[in-house]
């Protein structure tokens, strides 16, 4: 019996890869680790982190407390550790971590050491006894969504390109995934996107479980901006969805921010949906946009249980991820 547990689940630890002089962050790597830093604190208010990164002196430096975070010098190419990071199965009741093959969302960017990030952590032991499978096979870890009840759900642009494992059909995907995840079901999403997210369609990006029957879901209002078409027919195949049990998902839309742009005037990729959930705690991306109010709002109304904390999030868009690329948990 093997399953993909939901973010919601009990979590030992949170990773994150810090940027560093050899990465894209080099150019204003001080306001880059500013969010960073953040971020790390807010998981580690309920959370044990284990923050990669090329110097652990100085960046640990960088903390007023060391409580929860620990400090692991390991070469990275890049930050966005959702997507090289373990994937994390349940088989028979127990935790395995799945290394499955990262290509920088199709060969556009370096990797090579992202892609060995896994396999080296595991050899210091910050896993323990924890057993590890390397799987040659494509697969990031902001491209899947579980309800913890063996739905996944994803997008075809991202899973089905040809730049990840030569294009396959749906039906040789969802094969893969009930072998290495344990899925029963696979839900399909053919339509959303976001101006400048170099993911082709990252599903938590754009929609994500936060319960076994709600969906939380970026929703664009306005006609005249460019995703309202691509984001309304997202809704719609949405809205059609059931669960396991033949039921309606309950739906809890997320305002799209106002238009962050680039220095070049190229827009930028920010959302809401790419939130973290960790211990006790709902982490979110903030842009200094007049929606972030009301996306506060939201999150505090239905995570009633969990602290409610925002991070400015501008920087790491303007490298193309948001919150949640920069993280991935790791159940007990």
Partial sequence: MKTLPPEWQKQRAVLMAFPHKNSDWNS???S????????????????PVYIICDDKEAISGLFCSPRNLSFIEIDTNDTWIRDYGYISVLENGEVKLLDFAFNAWGEKFSFALDNEVNKKLHK???MGVTPLETIDFVLEGGSIESDGLG?????????CNANRNGGLSRDEVEAKLKAYLGAKRVLWLEHGYLAGDDTDSHIDTLARFVREDTIMYVQCLDAEDEHYVALKKMEEALKKFKDSEGNFYNLLPLPLPSA?????????PATYVNFLITNGALIYPTYSVEEDKVAHRI???FFEAREIIPVECSRLIEEGGSLHCSTMQIPF
């Fill in 124 to 126: 210091k032991g910050y």
């Fill in 32 to 47: 880059a680790l500013v969010p960073f830093i953040r971020i790390a604190q807010a998981i580690a208010y309920t959370t």
């Fill in 151 to 159: 739905t996944i759900m994803t997008t075809t642009a991202c899973l």
């Fill in 299 to 301: 999150f505090k109304d």
């Fill in 260 to 268: 962050k742009y680039d220095v070049d005037n190229n827009r930028l």
């Fill in 28 to 30: 204003n790597l001080n």
